[in-house]
């Protein structure tokens, strides 16, 4: 019996054939039309000599072709990997060559990049799509579906099959592809549709990049689940988000915080109808508070989430309900998913007190590809092992304190930077910050701000200093700041404190 995700296109077509499923700019798909394409799609693939178990990788913007791809791969029993446009041929290359995939697909846009990989891995078929931002119906790509005929392709999938294979950001070495199966992407829509308002009228928005784990996820593969429609951008733009969600009507929008930041921005400089909207959602990195109170001012519903890749994505949710008696928090567990919190011994620690956040459940991982020694030690135990720091509160409400490597320890102290980060968020002159560790004389290791202004605005550092004096802690309050015109980031639009390390972390401040 076929237990993958591209038996949901299958069954979609049966009951809600003529419904819409996925639109991409000036195309609009069925699920009966959405169903066909993929299985023309399997078979092309098959006849390319794709096997059951095979890599099928993609360097391409979000579309239809991003999602016809996750299906139609799922339908042979194959494995998708989605690959990070951003990162450079010897960064794809290792991918490529670590996967062993050995069919790619990719836009005009990354060109250089698939061009650039080919010289240096033997690819046995490359798509080309054409331009994601034209929609290009030309393409390569439509000749390829079109070779293939639009039969159910009844493959033998089970649901502890590998389908989709995701690699993480490599913030501590070399990235590594966590290999996600049917059954964990069955249980996260489950985890989801119980906990946000999506269903068969939903209209969702599909912005985050796909190659990511919350672009693909978070709100667009759960509404294709229920019957819904998602409404893809091949590119993040503030005004474009809102245009579009005036013009088709969405009712639930999911973006990152550096995202909802921009969006805020228009906002204030432009009204736009968002009637229809029945939630927002947001996560991938700590939300400012000042973006969740905006939202709830203008009377939207806004979940904050918590997830990572390995959890295919979803661990906890906010619910609209709790958001003021549990500001701060992200939420309590989805339904089947177990946290516990330890410390360095691996024991439970208290309510309120600060330690690891471990967790397990049907969405978990299955391993990371070709690494036993790395799955080992992350699923020890039978838990997952984030690197999250974090705390529970006597109802089981999870805090997330910060990133356990991202910890700074100054003078015997422990500084969690996302504390500081949302203090510092409430100056009004502040767009975007991130807090790193830095060396001293004295204390070892102390806080250094590095911070984006708004447009317009100026600020000192000493006036940025004396406003944290107000709110936190002296041992807290940064020691030195950082004025830069934007902070690196992932292709998910997480800031890469990594890289602000290397470029601001070596410089030592003076005992004083």
Partial sequence: ????????????????????????????????????????????????????GDRVCSLLMNGNEQLELIFAVAKLGAIFLPINFRLTVPEIEYIVSDSGARTVFFHDEFRHLAEGVAKLVNFDTSVYCGNARACDDEADYEAFIASGSD????????????????????????????????????????????????HASTIALGVAPMFHIGGTSV??????????????????????????????????????????????????????DLSSVEFLMTGAAPTPLKILAYFKDRGLDIYEGFGMTEMAPLVTILDKW?????????????????????????????????????????????????????????????WYHSGDLGYLDDEGFLYIVDRKKDMIISGGENVYPAELEQSMYQHDSIAEVAVIG???????????????????????????????????????????????????????????????????????????
């Avoid at 294709?224 to 429609?229: A, V």
């Avoid at 204390?443 to 701000?449: L, T």
């Fill in 1 to 52: 019996m076929d237990q993958g995700l591209g038996y949901w296109l299958t069954k979609r077509e049966l009951i809600s054939g003529d419904r819409l499923a996925v639109v991409n700019r000036h195309r609009r798909f069925t699920y009966k039309e959405m169903n066909r394409r993929c299985n023309r799609l399997a078979n092309a693939l098959r006849n390319s000599g794709v096997r059951p």
């Fill in 219 to 272: 709100t667009v593969l759960p509404t294709l689940f229920q019957g819904g429609t998602v409404v893809t951008l091949p590119e993040f733009d503030a005004v474009k988000v809102l245009e579009v969600t005036e013009k088709e009507r969405l009712t639930g929008l999911f973006c990152v915080p550096s995202m909802w930041q921009m969006i805020v921005e228009e906002l204030d400089k432009k009204e736009f």
């Fill in 322 to 382: 709790d958001c003021e008696r549990k500001n701060g928090s992200v939420g309590y567990p989805a339904f089947f998913v177990d946290i516990r919190t330890i410390d360095e011994d691996g024991k439970d620690v208290g309510a309120n007190e600060v330690g690891e956040v471990i967790c397990r459940g049907p969405n978990m991982l299955k391993g990371y590809w070709n690494k036993p020694e790395a799955t080992a030690d992350a699923l020890r135990g039978g």
């Fill in 438 to 512: 830095i060396p001293h004389e004295k204390w070892q290791e102390v806080p250094a701000a590095c911070v984006v202004l708004k447009e317009g605005v100026t600020l000192t550092e000493n006036e940025l200093i004396e406003f944290c004096n107000e709110r936190l802690a002296r041992f807290k309050v940064p020691k030195a700041i950082y004025f830069l015109d934007e902070l690196p980031k992932s292709g998910a639009g997480k800031i890469l404190k990594t890289e602000l390390r290397k470029s601001h972390g070596g410089i030592t401040v003076a005992a004083k």
């Fill in 151 to 198: 039969e159910e392709i009844n493959a033998t999938v089970s649901a502890d099959d590998v389908a989709l294979l995701m690699y993480t950001s490599g913030t501590t070495g070399r990235p590594k592809g966590a290999m996600l199966t049917h059954a964990a992407h069955t249980a996260n829509v489950s985890h989801t549709t119980q906990r946000l308002p999506i």
